[in-house]
């Protein structure tokens, strides 16, 4: 007895599995790599070419020192947290009208110093902040 099911099927080979496996390692391999060479870049803080600023009455002008003190408007504010300098930039605007916080942060003054000041201006309710920077030597 002779059946038909004696036909010789060819083997395939399935390459999706495959692929799924290396796209996954793949995957993991560019999360967990570090990239060193970045941590390494030593940053300068930005200068720029331009004529000095006209005063406008409507600044409020934010001094950051390198030793983290802040200073609104020539007067020195003692920082106990960012709520109470969002209420040190209110006392000093006064009746402005939607000043704009102009931050003059030292060159060695740390980065939490400056988001301190722009967090308590966004407490505030004071939606302008700007930087002033130093003028490159020509």
């Not at 010789?8 to 990239?35: A, G, Q, R, S």
């Not at 930039?89 to 030292?106: C, H, M, N, Q």
């Amino acid at each position: 007895m002779k059946f038909r099911g004696n036909v010789k099927e060819d083997p395939e080979i399935n390459l999706i599995p495959l692929i799924d496996v290396l796209l996954v390692i793949l995957i993991f391999l560019m999360i967990t790599t570090t990239y060193s060479r970045f941590a390494e870049l030593n940053i300068t803080l930005p200068s720029a070419d331009a004529a000095k600023a006209l005063d406008r009455p409507n600044e409020i002008n934010v001094a950051v020192t390198s030793a983290g003190q802040y200073v609104i408007d020539k007067r020195p504010v003692t920082f106990r947290d960012v709520a109470g300098l969002a209420e040190d930039l209110k006392r000093a605007a006064g009746e402005l009208k939607e000043p704009t916080v102009v931050i003059d942060a030292d060159a060695s003054a740390t980065h939490q110093s400056v988001i301190h000041v722009m967090e308590a201006a966004r407490l505030a309710g004071y939606t302008q902040v700007t930087f002033t920077t130093q003028a490159t030597p020509k």
